[in-house]
């Protein structure tokens, strides 16, 4: 129970890594919202998946890049489910395009989402917790690629390792204030965006010859770590970002 009563926002918590946190924090005790821009449905059986450890659970729909969704969203967070304590900022996407043939359109989406909207999110959670003078806590979900060149990402990697920087900067300006931020780098987990690696015969065996676990992770084990971040446990943890990947060789 070491978020026994604490309210958690969950951006992307309705499938895969998000899903995972959410799922840890209701057994440490959390009040959890779910967040999701398309699938529904699946934020929902989250928030029933919250609710049947007796904790309670909403659902939200925002777009993190939509800076009216974004303050909609924290405003219904904070008068249904209680002011939030902790903010997880968990949504991202993914695509694989070759540098040279990357579009201006396909940069500006992903970096709009993975990096300006986990600003976005922060900042409007910040800004509403200072008012209230309520303290808190930030997670931010990087990824392996903000140390490991894969091919593809030239528009995925940067914003994962400046999610670093982002990390370390609203640290430095908010922690003052009762927020500490920190970051979390999942290495390859099993979830819908990697369903593709670890059904390939080709590619999964070479990934897994790096991982010194030999496997790859489950959401849930990302989420214990998130769990330790948010709680009172880290309590002299800030601006911190700490990789979760069973040991990816060549970082
Ligand atoms: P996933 O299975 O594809 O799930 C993505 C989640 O993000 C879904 O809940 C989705 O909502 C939500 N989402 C996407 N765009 C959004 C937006 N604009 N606004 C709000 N929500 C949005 O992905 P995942 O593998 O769990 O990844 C979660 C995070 O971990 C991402 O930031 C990813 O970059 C990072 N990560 C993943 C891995 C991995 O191996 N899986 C490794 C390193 C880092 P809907 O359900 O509504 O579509």
Known sequence: MRLKDKVALVTGGSRGIGRGIAEIF???????????????????????????????????????ANRGEVEAMVEKVWSELGPIDILVNNAGIETIVPFLDLTDEQWTRLTDV?????????QVYCRRAVAAQ???SIVNIGSIQAAKVLPGRTHYA?????????????SAEVTPLGIRV??????????????????????????????????????????????????DEASYLTGQSVHVDGGWEGK
């Open 182 to 231: 920190n970051c979390v780098h999942p290495g390859l987990i099993e979830t819908d965006m990697t369903d593709w690696v670890m059904k390939s015969p080709d590619i999964l065996p070479l990934v897994l010859a790096q991982i010194s676990l030999g496997r790859a992770g489950q959401p849930r084990e990302v989420g214990s770590v998130v769990a330790f971040f948010a709680s």
């Open 26 to 64: 209701a057994e440490e005790g959390a009040h959890v919202a779910v967040n999701y821009t398309a699938n529904a449905k699946a934020a929902e059986e989250v928030a029933d998946w919250v609710r049947g450890t007796g904790r309670r659970a909403m659902t939200v729909k925002a777009d993190v």
């Open 114 to 122: 993975n990096l300006r909207g986990n600003w976005l999110c922060s």
């Open 158 to 170: 940067p914003t994962k390792l400046g999610l670093e920087a982002l990390t370390r900067n609203m």
């Open 134 to 136: 309520r303290k808190g």
